[in-house]
């Protein structure tokens, strides 16, 4: 089992609707997580991080976490030709006493297109 | 702040030369991490460092490639001999505290013919 994994994509929706992108991880232990964007050319840009079970709004976009299934999506309302990249969902994993590895592991990224 | 400076951004090389990635960390973040990223296996760590100090280079491939950080403004990553097989684009990235995520390099567009 991979310690981060994304849905595989690629994901087509049309503009307007709603893109769903989920991410499980496998260390329960895990306190942070992240959503970064990645265009294609450029860099990752972070664009989302949740700490705590629950949703955090961010204008069109949401990003929910759930510790029990180890569970964390990402939600783009509105969706725009312009949010086509590439989603990567990063977690911040810990080591058996309790310490953060000090390094975010990122999963293998979903591809999302928004068309007109 | 001008962010995570990479140089060069692209580099076309012979396979056999020596390549060296350059990277200046945002001031103040003290850890720094090289990633290499390729569509087959997707963005993977190389090696990060703390304080200057190398914690984890288990991701480096190979005895081809090195890297150090002889201060806490510049880091470098050397392939010596370079292979086709290391074209990819490489990313700096760093943070001062995890919670706050990391922020990345531009990238260098690594080619070896």
């Known amino acids: 089992q991979k310690e981060v994994e994304q849905n595989s994509g690629p994901l087509s929706v049309p503009e307007g609707a709603i893109a769903s992108l989920n991410c499980t991880y496998s260390d329960r232990g895990s306190q942070s997580f992240f959503w970064y964007r990645q265009y294609s050319g450029k860099s990752p840009e972070l664009i989302m991080s949740?700490?705590?079970?629950g949703d955090k709004e961010d204008g069109r976009f949401t990003a929910q976490l759930n510790k029990a299934s180890q569970y964390v999506s990402l939600l783009i309302r509105d969706s725009q030709p312009s949010d086509s990249a590439t989603y990567l969902c990063a977690v911040n994993m810990i080591k058996p006493g309790g310490t953060s590895y000090g390094k975010l592991t990122f999963g293998q990224g979903t591809i999302l297109t928004v068309h007109p | 702040d001008a962010g995570v400076i990479q140089s060069p951004r692209h580099e076309v090389t012979e396979m056999g030369q020596e390549v060296t990635l350059r990277c200046k960390p945002i001031s103040g973040h003290d850890y720094l991490f090289w990633y290499r990223q390729t569509m087959m296996r997707g963005l993977e760590l190389l090696i990060y460092f703390n304080n200057n100090v190398p914690i984890d280079d288990s991701g480096m491939p190979e005895d081809r490639f090195s890297a150090k950080m002889p201060n806490a403004s510049f880091s470098t990553l050397k392939i010596q001999p370079s292979e086709p097989r290391d074209s990819a684009v490489y990313f700096c990235?760093?943070?001062?505290?995890?919670?706050?995520?990391?922020?990345f390099g531009s990238g260098t567009r690594l080619t070896v013919v």
């Open positions: 990235a760093t943070h001062l505290k995890l919670n706050y995520g990391y922020t």
């Open positions: 949740i700490y705590s079970n």
